[in-house]
């Protein structure tokens, strides 16, 4: 079946602007998790959905980031007023939510912020 | 907080070699995993250990878990080229949520 899916895979920000990335996880999975990817690093936790419901944002950096997931399915993460130190690969990954679990990676959006 | 620790960082090995990956973390947790990266993609979902003394084998890789040691391994088994891409371990504190990364080792295959 179709695995996570994001968009857009690529996106350049001059300083300032807003952006605006989605997630379309793996159909009938209950969890999504954010994850931020610097270069050369590992992934970092940002946020994390049960359904539509926003348990864990302990992660996100500022509150210039922002995440939603209104039906319990496709999500979006906005970070206002980009700044540099936002550029990195922002990786979403969905789950069955059971516990243990395996969480299945999308191919993540590239933020490149001039 | 949770640390997870990874060595070597990068590793250069030859074909037909042996050779070991170690994953330390910081809080008692019998949930580790493994996953594998090649460049500009995505993680790949390899190993998943979820007790002390837990090992799993695929192909060439074989990973095991000691819970007390806070200490998992990834053995790789008469190395190919096509094994070449950056492996994490993560590991989960229980609340089946978050995963905290390990730094990576980036693993390169020569002739």
């Known amino acids: 079946g179709a695995g996570v899916s994001q968009s857009p895979r690529y996106k350049v920000a001059k300083r300032g602007q807003d952006v605006a990335l989605r997630c379309d996880p793996i159909s009938g999975h209950v969890s999504l998790f954010w994850y931020q990817q610097a270069l050369g690093q590992g992934p970092e936790f940002l946020t994390y959905?049960?359904?539509?419901?926003?348990?864990?944002k302990s992660g996100l950096p500022s509150d210039r980031f922002f995440a939603e997931r209104p039906e319990g399915s496709v999500s979006t993460l906005k970070i206002q007023r980009t700044q540099q130190e936002d550029s990195a690969v922002y990786l979403c990954?969905?789950?069955?939510?059971?516990?243990?679990?395996?969480?299945?990676f999308g191919p993540g959006t590239r933020l490149t912020v001039l | 907080e949770l640390k997870v620790e990874q060595n070597p960082l990068f590793l250069s090995m030859q074909e037909g070699k042996n050779y070991t990956i170690y994953c330390n973390y910081s809080?008692?947790?019998?949930?580790l995993y493994w996953y594998r990266q090649d460049p500009g993609k995505s993680l790949e979902s390899l190993f998943v250990l979820l007790s002390n003394g837990a090992v799993k084998q695929e192909g060439r890789l074989m990973a095991s878990l000691d819970t007390k040691a806070r200490l998992s391994t990834l053995h790789i088994t008469a190395a190919v080229h096509d094994l070449s891409a950056t492996y994490f371990c993560a590991v989960d504190p229980g609340t089946a949520s978050k995963l905290t990364f390990g730094t990576g080792t980036r693993l390169q295959v020569t002739l």
């Open positions: 990954a969905s789950s069955l939510g059971l516990d243990p679990d395996t969480q299945y």
């Open positions: 959905f049960q359904n539509e419901a926003q348990l864990d």
């Open positions: 809080t008692t947790s019998d949930r």
